[in-house]
């Protein structure tokens, strides 16, 4: 029987204009088809693209290999931060980011992407402005002696009537859109999580997953080494104390890492 060949590596670049997708799927199905080895090292350079096709990739990485190491040299976003999380151990430097799960859908005006989190957090950002503003104007009015439950109606109605345009332009489909995309956000982040990294804890998971969807200020917001390991809680290690990055992966990956798309698979020989 042929023994198994220890570690491979797959270079994932994809900074193409729709990004991850079934094509990306499908080339990294034909590259690991015949895959002999163990361990997998996957490079990582991707601002992302669809939750479906990363998540796709990872479980069929998921069957091949016994463990999977990923490898952000430089940043992993939104989807491919999903396929970091679907491994066992994530290198990191001082300059690679990954980033928040609050997927982007378009903009039911402009065709423009934006966070699903702003899209959600509209009627509430809208509740605390009329809140203020019916507490300033109710200030107002009773300082020149208006009765309470004058100023009270009179400051209402002074909050309503400078919302109700805002609010208007509000649709309730992208309310309940932006609503379902967090929602995949944080089920797809849970299952990157628990196939691998955190097998087996579903509160850690779960706290993690929830983190990355709700607690960061926008999309592209750079979660860089500290945040990841401490305030995630994710396995993440020094890409400096990986040996193979220094003898054979920086090497391979510098020659593409300028590329917007590039998939290469091979093995790692032994005595490297």
Not at 22 to 34: F, G, M, P, S
Not at 67 to 93: H, N, Q
Not at 161 to 180: G, N, T
């Amino acid at each position: 029987m042929t023994k198994k060949i220890k570690n491979a590596y797959l270079i994932f670049i994809d900074d193409t204009k729709n990004g991850i997708d079934d094509t990306t799927l499908e080339d990294v199905e034909k590259k690991i088809a015949d895959s002999e080895a163990e361990n997998l090292f996957l490079i990582i350079q991707s601002t992302g693209g669809s939750p479906f096709s990363a998540v796709a990739i990872m479980n069929f990485l998921n069957t091949h290999f016994s463990k999977i190491f990923a490898v952000v040299p430089r940043y992993a976003k939104s989807a491919a931060t999903l396929m970091s999380l679907g491994t066992d151990e994530i290198y990191m430097c001082e300059k690679s980011a990954l980033g928040p799960l609050d997927l982007p859908i378009e903009h039911h005006r402009d065709g423009s992407r934006i966070s699903a989190l702003d899209v959600k957090n509209t009627a509430p950002s809208m509740a605390a402005l009329v809140d203020s503003i019916a507490r300033d104007r109710y200030k107002f009015f009773r300082e020149r002696d208006v009765s309470k439950l004058d100023s009270s109606k009179l400051a209402l109605e002074n909050a309503t009537e400078f919302l109700k345009p805002i609010m208007q332009q509000v649709d309730p489909y992208h309310l309940q859109k932006a609503e379902r995309e967090l929602r995949i956000g944080f089920w797809y982040g849970m299952d990157m999580l628990l196939s691998r990294m955190m097998k087996g804890d579903f509160e850690k998971a779960k706290n993690t997953s929830e983190r990355l969807v709700n607690d960061f200020p926008a999309h592209e917001y750079s979660i860089f080494t500290k945040d990841a390991e401490n305030l995630l809680g994710l396995t993440v290690k020094k890409l400096t104390d990986l040996s193979l990055w220094k003898t054979v992966l920086n090497a391979k990956y510098t020659k593409v890492s300028k590329r917007s798309y590039y998939i290469e698979y091979g093995m790692i020989d032994s005595k490297e």
